[in-house]
């Protein structure tokens, strides 16, 4: 069975500088991972996702994140944070498309001006 | 193109009563997946639906919870004879593919027992 461990309940970062999310996984097979962010009383969006391919996976708003196989892991980045990012966000993992997506806990960023 | 309806956005019943949560899939999405998310704990899997069949319950309790996806209509959960710990919010996903693939979410409907 697959799980997900998203390490810090809550990181705060200020305006301008580097945001590291970190996601590691648990898989018994080659996993799809995916980052998804959560606005305020709003369901998720898609920020990213990993099937196969590139390991270095470009999202939108100026997030990536890099698969590790290694390290298993998915961290998610951004060079500078920006105030409109400042959300919840969840890495999720599935078992290459055969089961329902399993999400971490979540991490919640504030951004500090 | 409208997204994933879930309705009401908003629900309170008393202990004891039943809830019946909704939820429209983006068009031509044919599976659905329900999730409910708690403060601290994130979104867990309840149930994921295809068209009339139930393909994954694992994450449903096994008493009061159930769901359906006919062939017409909309996506309905169900939890009859609420308890206070049933209060969460409760997220409804679609894809037009299957599990694994990316979700499309609703905006959730937040249930609070009183």
């Known amino acids: 069975a697959q799980s997900v461990t998203q390490l810090g309940s809550h990181v705060s970062v200020s305006e301008g500088a580097l945001v590291l999310l970190r996601c590691n996984y648990s898989?018994?097979?080659?996993?799809?991972l995916f980052w998804y962010v959560q606005y305020p009383n709003q369901g998720l969006q898609l920020l990213l996702k990993?099937?196969?391919?590139?390991?270095l996976v470009k999202g939108i708003n100026g997030f990536e994140a890099e698969f590790k196989k290694s390290e298993t892991s998915f961290h998610l980045t951004k060079p500078s944070a920006h105030m409109s990012d400042a959300a919840e966000y969840f890495c999720?993992?599935?078992?290459?498309?055969?089961?329902?997506?399993?999400f971490g806990k979540g991490t919640r960023l504030s951004v500090i001006a | 193109n409208a997204g994933v309806m879930q309705n009401p956005r908003h629900l309170v019943r008393r202990r004891g009563q039943e809830a019946r949560l909704r939820c429209s899939p983006m068009?031509?999405?044919?599976?659905v997946y329900w999730y409910r998310q708690l403060p601290e704990e994130g979104l867990k899997f309840m149930v994921y639906?295809?068209?009339?069949?139930?393909?994954?319950e694992s994450g449903m309790p096994k008493e009061r919870f159930s769901a359906e996806f006919p062939k017409e209509g909309p996506s309905i959960l169900r939890i009859q004879q609420v308890v206070r710990g049933d209060s969460a919010a409760y997220f409804c996903?679609?894809?037009?593919?299957?599990?694994?693939?990316?979700?499309?979410f609703g905006s959730g409907t937040q249930l609070s027992v009183l």
């Open positions: 996903a679609s894809s037009p593919l299957g599990a694994g693939e990316k979700l499309f």
């Open positions: 898989s018994s097979v080659p996993p799809y």
């Open positions: 990993y099937t196969t391919g590139a390991t």
């Open positions: 999720a993992v599935s078992d290459s498309g055969n089961t329902p997506l399993v």
């Open positions: 068009k031509g999405h044919s599976h």
């Open positions: 639906l295809q068209k009339e069949n139930i393909i994954d």
